[in-house]
């Protein structure tokens, strides 16, 4: 079944490959779904999980800007 653990797992894994394999447009797509879930956390009243995304979200952010800036 999945579980919040498993999405912030998922989300992990998935930056470090887009962002070794210098994937802009997939890092895009995980940064607005990020946004997308911290909206439904905070809409849950989850603050935890909420700040959670928060910091994955800004983690895709300055991979997409290193990558830019390359």
Known sequence: MLNLDLIFAHFERTIAERFLSRDLEGLRRSQWAL????????????RESALRLRVLASKVANHREALADD
């Open 35 to 46: 946004v997308e879930l911290v909206d439904a956390a905070e809409a849950a009243g989850d």
